[in-house]
């Protein structure tokens, strides 16, 4: 040790301390994770960001304003609607040590959207052969399909067939839980074909051949097709027919969704032959007489 005599008396004695700062390491971003926006329109967006260097506490600058303080360097902020926004982490000590400023993209799907493309109707009534059928668009898909009808009716099918008639809804929901519904849609049936007889005119006279059939035809999808069949081979395209011989005539009725109805057969008659019968005879007696009865 190293010493100095000091003579009596009053001394003022300064001591000089030297201290070199510590300066804090300059905030770095590590990485950043962001989830998109599960649904369109919602606000659940995610941004996770880890970084190092600096001092804690860190004050969070969300889209220039100061969000919030942290002392993790790995910080999560939720809640957030799609957007591209700015995001700033400061040195907490105040000495400006800042790290760089970046843009982060939160996304979102497109509007999920059910656009109803065809309805086909009952073919023929009592067929069950309608029909809907849809275009899906948006959101994440593959999608999952729930439809309902009548009489407990459920299908998972995109576009739901063999169908009776009624009212049918969809709700649809995509991988992230999003939702559509459609509906109701109404498939419809067309009434039942039917043939009415108006009026039936027997033949008037043994073989005179003047029978007529004249019919009503009304219901299923128009315009109808007719074909006549009878006796003989007859055959006949119109809706009625005339100058028949007596027999049974059949009557197939075909709509323009190809459904048929049959009517018949109807019996044409006629009356029985016109005959005379001679109960008495009475000769003339004599030439030239008229006696004879």
Known sequence: ?????????????????????????????????????????????????????????????????????????????????????????????????????????????????????????????????????????????????????????????????????GSYSLTLTDTKGCGGSLGPVTVQEPPEISITPLSIAHVSCNGAGDGAIDVDVSGGTPPYAYAWTGPGGFTASTQDISGLQPGDYSLNVTDDNGCIETYGPVTITQPDPLTITTDNLTHVSCFGGNDGA
């Open 1 to 165: 040790m190293n010493t100095k005599k000091i003579f009596s008396g009053a001394w003022l004695i300064f001591f000089l301390f030297l201290f070199k700062p510590v300066q804090a390491e300059p905030i770095t971003i590590l990485s950043t994770t962001v989830d998109s926006v599960s649904c369109y329109g919602m606000s659940d967006g995610k941004v996770t960001v880890a970084f190092t260097g600096g001092t804690a506490p860190y004050t969070i600058t969300w889209k220039g304003t100061n969000f919030d303080t942290t002392s993790d360097t790995i910080y999560t902020i939720t809640g957030l609607a799609a957007t591209n926004s700015f995001w700033v982490i400061v040195d907490g000590s105040g000495d400006g040590e800042t790290a760089s400023e970046f843009n982060i993209q939160i996304g979102q799907p497109d509007p999920l959207d059910i656009t109803l493309d065809n309805v086909q109707d009952l073919t023929c009534n009592g067929s069950n052969d309608g029909s809907i059928h849809i275009t899906v668009t948006g959101g994440n898909p593959p999608y999952t399909c729930n439809w309902t009808g009548p009489d407990g009716y459920t299908s998972v099918s995109e576009d739901p067939d063999n169908l009776a008639p």
